[in-house]
């Protein structure tokens, strides 16, 4: 499945009562297999969840921890970029170099990479030794 079938198409299931602004995502994990999200919203704001988390979520629930792509779908006049958040979270899993897509429903698109979202991302370097290491 493309990213962008997957992301247009989980957009439809947001669940935006107070903003009505719907956002999809979709990210491709390094073994080549589509997580998507949506984003969830919450009467107690900021309680809710971004599109992107949420496919960040499934890609880990599936045993996944590594990215290769990301598209982003929102309905405004130009493509949104990510949260600060969700910016530092794709930067978790993905590397400098991984492409982002972001897309309005017009279909305006913007190109780019998390390098270009999130430069000077806070990483595993920026902590001390054995701080950060993964068993």
Known sequence: MSLEKAAFGVRENAY??????????????????????????????????????????????????????????????????PCGGCRQKLAEFGAGDVPVTLCNLDGVRQEMTLADLLPGAFGKDHLAEGHGDRD
């Open 16 to 81: 935006a009562p107070y903003s009505q602004f719907k956002v999809g995502a979709a990210i491709r994990a390094a073994n080549g297999t589509v997580f998507a999200g949506c984003n969830v919203e919450n009467i107690a704001y900021p309680e809710g969840t971004c599109a992107e988390a949420g496919a960040i979520a499934a890609m880990v629930a599936a045993g996944e921890t590594r990215l290769t792509e990301v598209f982003v779908v929102a309905d405004s006049p130009v493509p949104v970029t």
